[in-house]
């Protein structure tokens, strides 16, 4: 396994998504690995996360194995996530990869299959806490 790379997370979303975990019936494999994530994750307050990590309802340039052109998405929640086409819901497996991560960085994360996906920031190209936006 290789080494994970160092995540980043803000008090608020760290709060929002145990509480969203702690309120499923059972959890999915992806809900854990989201767990052991947090578990690991170094905390901060809102206005300390650095302006190139991706936060809750971040739009962020992201490139997928061996893909050569970067999507973009919106890391949401899963009680905001509309199935709208660039939305990632945190607790599928590309939205829990990415959540905490800087640019430049990239993870190999289980997907349901069994396989690992290797998952790269590009850009972060919106941030909420960047834009002085604690809610």
Same mark, same amino acid.
């Given at each position: 396994?290789?080494?994970?790379?160092?995540?980043?997370?803000?008090?608020?979303?760290?709060?929002?998504?145990?509480?969203?975990?702690?309120?499923?019936?059972?959890?999915?494999?992806?809900?854990?690995?989201?767990?052991?994530?947090?578990?690991?994750?170094?905390?901060?307050?809102?206005?300390?996360?650095?302006? *190139?990590? @991706?936060?809750?309802? $971040?739009?962020?340039?992201?490139? %997928?194995?061996?893909?050569? #052109?970067?999507?973009?998405?919106?890391?949401?929640?899963?009680?905001?996530?509309?199935?709208?086409? *660039?939305? @990632?819901?945190?607790? $599928?497996?590309?939205?829990?990869? %990415?959540?905490?991560?800087? #640019?430049?960085?990239?993870?190999?994360?289980?997907?349901?299959?069994?396989?690992?996906?290797?998952?790269?920031?590009?850009?972060?190209?919106?941030?909420?806490?960047?834009?002085?936006?604690?809610?």
């Amino acid at each position: 396994m290789t080494q994970k790379p160092q995540i980043i997370i803000s008090e608020q979303d760290l709060n929002r998504l145990e509480t969203m975990l702690e309120h499923q019936q059972q959890l999915t494999p992806t809900m854990q690995h989201l767990e052991d994530e947090l578990a690991r994750a170094t905390v901060v307050s809102p206005q300390d996360v650095p302006a *190139n990590v @991706v936060s809750m309802n $971040a739009r962020v340039l992201i490139t %997928i194995g061996e893909s050569a #052109e970067p999507s973009e998405v919106v890391l949401v929640y899963p009680h905001d996530f509309k199935g709208e086409k *660039n939305q @990632v819901n945190v607790v $599928a497996p590309i939205g829990a990869a %990415i959540l905490g991560l800087s #640019e430049g960085q990239q993870i190999q994360w289980p997907q349901p299959d069994g396989h690992l996906m290797q998952v790269k920031i590009e850009k972060v190209l919106f941030q909420p806490e960047r834009e002085g936006d604690f809610l």
